[in-house]
């Protein structure tokens, strides 16, 4: 097994992060509608808005997982602390998708809102943690850097009495069945509404106690 160190990442490093997030979500229906194709000039434009993101958010805490050896950044995730009760006027805003057009923007907004709608049902501004965004870099995959990364992100939940949530890919479902995430929904992207050749499925995934009324 790779050493690895995760520890919270920096400004200088969201290039790097961003190579990783092209490269992971490569094939995924939505990555090139939501990201851009992956070019240079896509993944700076990426960049800038993943650190105005950062700088703006409080709860947001961005996480890498680096290769000991190499001081390789192999992963990265993206984690949402709610540690307090938040007002209905911030757990239900959503930010709009200025940076796209047209139907892209509709679509951005669409599958984004079917992630919004289910943290809202379920969470209603209540605390929890939010991992909001895990990707590895295709080429290091398989060296337990992604696995890392959402351990890190239980125990802070456990030291402050939360739970963890998280929408998943199918792809990536077996890794949080392996650490003992419980899917509690789904999020149904209608094929009509993405312009798509069929319906996707995102499970809604739970670490923990889990949100108030839902039943293990």
């Known amino acids: 097994m790779t050493s690895l160190s995760i520890t919270e990442a920096t400004e200088a490093d969201m290039p790097r992060l961003m190579e990783i997030q092209f490269s992971a979500f ?9 990201f851009g194709p ?10 800038e808005r993943a650190l105005e993101e950062l700088r703006s958010d409080p709860h947001q805490l961005v996480v890498k997982a680096v290769n ?16 307090t009760e938040r007002p209905e006027s911030e757990w239900k805003h959503r930010e709009p998708f200025e940076y796209l057009e047209g139907r892209q923007r509709e679509i951005g907004e669409y599958f984004y ?13 209540k605390p929890y943690v939010l991992l909001a965004f895990l990707a590895t870099h295709r ?4 060296q337990g850097a992604g696995t890392a990364i959402v351990r890190w992100g239980m125990e ?37 509404k993405w312009d798509g050749d ?6 809604l995934m739970v670490w923990g106690k889990g949100p108030e009324g839902y039943e293990q």
């Open 38 to 47: 992956n070019t240079a000039s896509a993944r700076a434009a990426a960049c």
């Open 198 to 203: 069929s319906d996707r499925v995102y499970p």
């Open 68 to 83: 000991n050896a190499t001081g390789e950044i192999l992963a990265f995730g993206r984690w949402e602390i709610y540690e």
């Open 113 to 125: 809102g079917r992630f919004y709608e289910g943290r809202e049902r379920f969470w209603r501004g």
């Open 156 to 192: 802070r939940a456990r030291e402050l009495g939360l739970s963890v949530y998280l929408e998943s890919t199918r792809v990536g479902k077996p890794l949080y069945d392996k650490s003992g995430f419980r899917t509690i929904g789904e999020a149904v992207m209608e094929k009509e």
């Open 26 to 34: 490569d094939g995924e229906p939505f990555a090139r509608i939501l």
């Open 139 to 142: 080429d290091c995959q398989g």
